[in-house]
């Protein structure tokens, strides 16, 4: 079974949550931060499985959202955004050369119900084949809410 990751305070406490009966415990996770290989949990109810503990300043949200992205003197590229946090986001960009540091500006819609759309200036700071990783650059206020409600759990 592949392990399950739980996202970390910044008081390194974690929400663990029994896969099988569903009850959680809160805890303080760090002895185990520094490990490099998923720990054992063994629940109350019987069940065992493993989690990966994962650090965030913000909690990222998986999602599935196509959009677009351009740089300066760049035409706009297609975009599929893999997950987002109020700090920045994740994409499958298609072609084009982007590379650390780059700023881009990304647009994409949210499947909320007003179907909330974002365009932000962004500064790329991992890129892995066609993988990027980027950060928002100075969120506006309408977006910062909108992501904040679009992020509640």
Not at 22 to 29: D, L, P, R, S
Not at 39 to 54: L, P, Q
Not at 110 to 121: C, F, K, P, Q, Y
Request: glycine letters at 8%.
């Amino acid at each position: 079974m592949e392990a399950k990751t739980i996202y970390v305070t910044t008081n390194n406490e974690a929400t663990i949550v029994c896969h099988s009966c569903g009850k959680w415990k809160q805890a303080n996770v760090a002895r185990y931060l520094n490990q490099n290989k998923p720990v054992k949990i063994k629940c109350s109810c019987g069940a065992a499985f493993s989690v990966t503990f994962e650090i965030r300043q913000f909690y990222r949200k998986e999602v599935n959202l196509y959009g677009t992205c351009s740089m300066h003197g760049m035409g706009k590229e297609q975009i599929f955004v893999k997950d987002i946090s109020r700090g920045g986001l994740g994409f499958m960009i298609d072609r084009g050369t982007v590379e650390k540091g780059d700023t881009l500006t990304v647009e994409f819609v949210l499947d909320d119900n007003a179907r909330s759309t974002i365009s932000e200036d962004v500064i790329v700071r991992t890129v892995k084949d066609r993988f990027i990783g980027a950060e928002f650059v100075n969120l506006c206020e309408h977006a910062k809410k909108v992501l904040g409600f679009y992020l509640l759990p």
